[in-house]
């Protein structure tokens, strides 16, 4: 496969770092590099624009298969990405450092503007790293995992036991997150698909589908007695603190954000609804100290600069925090994190890089996952092209299934009545054992 990189920052060594041993490399960036870690690697270095189409057509962008503007201008990304969308029919993925960027290039479901993306994936490294942060800190206790759409979709599977707070009632009756599903039910050993009105009862095994944002939510919603994390500190109050705090606020936990910068207090405030906001340095002992920090489970930090981290970190852990989690900015600082003692250290380009690996593999397959000893499965299937779009309310299946997830290009839907099934869509559907060869055999034959 031959990928070409626009961008010669660290974020871009550590992608074809990762990618040249087994793809051909071609990176392009502004101005040359002087990067030592760059001639190291056996890549093709060519200097001038991203969004230039003669240098565009002198490296082969025709012959490519991918390519991924990961410059630290988000504009330059966007141009860059556009352009080569219109010369070619490769993939592109861009990378972007604004929240406005990521909101203008993402189609939100519902939105009148029923366009196509003219770029592939979009991708917000800190976003991505949120989510992963998030999911350390909630991990549930499901009894079975399965991930679907490149970790943008999940399966979980939960028994329902005392104490279940959504035990003895009607599905219909249940909150349980937007974006989550529940596709089938195990009692006494037969698997069953269920409804609105059907009654969840002690030891089901409920099978629950859905974004894996909702299902972390799910998670901490209702299985809180099984996570020992209750209080939280966050120090900086950036970009990654703002929606950590946010997704936190969603599972009920007591949260405290250490900010230096008061403006951005200011906004933090007016953005999140109970989580309590210091103005402070949280390289400080004796705030630290003063807002007794060393109660908490669990410290993330956070701010933009390494070397702040490592010492509120390292302050944190005197204190007597028995879980802190640290942002790395520079990848190779996070191993040196880790041997001083932080319990974890995560970087936001290892993150995005993990999401575009899960793009570049990419397998055919129309059976992803079985459960419940074969009883359940979950089918990929593409809509063929002269399938007549329609919503899924008027869909007339010939047996019970549940479409669980849509993929249209880079987006991950999971449907309502009103979504409609249109031509080309990837859907991800859950059925019984015996019903799948027919829900396979409705949608080849298109209509």
Not at 15 to 22: N, P, R
Not at 141 to 164: H, M, P, Q, S, W
């Amino acid at each position: 496969m031959k990928i070409v990189i626009y961008g010669a920052n660290e974020t871009a060594c550590l992608i074809a770092a990762k990618l040249y041993e087994d793809h051909d490399i071609v990176v392009i960036d502004d101005t040359y590099s002087n990067n030592e870690e760059f001639q190291k690697l056996d890549v093709e270095y060519v200097q001038g624009s991203g969004s230039n189409i003669s240098i565009l057509e002198t490296i082969g962008i025709k012959d490519a298969d991918i390519f991924i503007a990961c410059s630290d201008n988000d504009e330059a990304n966007i141009v860059a990405c556009l352009t080569v969308t219109n010369m070619t029919k490769l993939k592109t993925v861009c990378f972007v450092s604004k929240k406005d960027n990521v909101e203008s290039l993402s189609l939100v479901r519902g939105s009148k503007y029923q366009r196509e993306l003219m770029i592939d994936y979009v991708l917000w490294p800190e976003e991505l790293m949120t989510q992963e942060i998030f999911r350390i800190i909630t991990v549930p206790n499901a009894i079975d995992v399965e991930n679907f759409a490149n970790g943008k979709a999940r399966l979980l599977e939960y028994r329902v036991v005392e104490g279940t707070k959504f035990l003895n009632k009607k599905i219909k009756d249940c909150s349980f997150p937007e974006e989550t599903l529940i596709v089938g039910i195990t009692r006494e050993d037969t698997l069953f698909i269920p409804n609105g009105d059907t009654e969840l009862q002690i030891n089901d095994k409920v099978i629950f589908m859905g974004s894996s944002y909702s299902l972390d939510i799910l998670a901490n919603k209702f299985f809180q007695d099984n996570m020992g994390v209750k209080q939280v500190t966050i120090i900086g109050g950036g970009n990654v603190g703002l929606m950590l705090a946010q997704n936190l606020e969603k599972v009920n936990m007591k949260i405290k954000i250490i900010e230096y910068d008061y403006d951005r207090c200011v906004e933090l405030t007016e953005n999140l609804k109970s989580t309590l906001v210091i103005n402070g340095d949280g390289a400080n002992y004796g705030l630290l100290e003063e807002e007794r920090v060393g109660e908490s489970d669990v410290v993330i930090c956070v701010t933009n600069n390494d070397e702040k981290n490592l010492l509120c970190s390292l302050l944190s852990k005197q204190l007597g925090v028995p879980k802190v989690i640290t942002r790395v900015s520079k990848n190779a600082n996070a191993k040196l994190f880790e041997k001083v003692g932080i319990d974890v250290a995560i970087s936001q380009d290892a993150a995005a890089i993990d999401d575009i690996e899960n793009h570049l593999i990419k397998t055919e397959v129309e059976i992803l996952a079985t459960v419940e000893r074969g009883q359940g499965k979950v089918l990929e299937i593409n809509v063929p092209f002269n399938f007549k779009a329609d919503t899924l309310m008027n869909l007339k299946l010939p047996c019970k299934a549940i479409i669980a997830i849509i993929q249209r290009r880079n987006r991950v839907i999971i449907p309502r009545g009103t979504t409609q099934v249109m031509p080309f869509d990837n859907l991800i559907v859950f059925t019984t054992q015996e019903n799948a060869d027919i829900i396979l055999n409705y949608f080849k034959k298109g209509t």
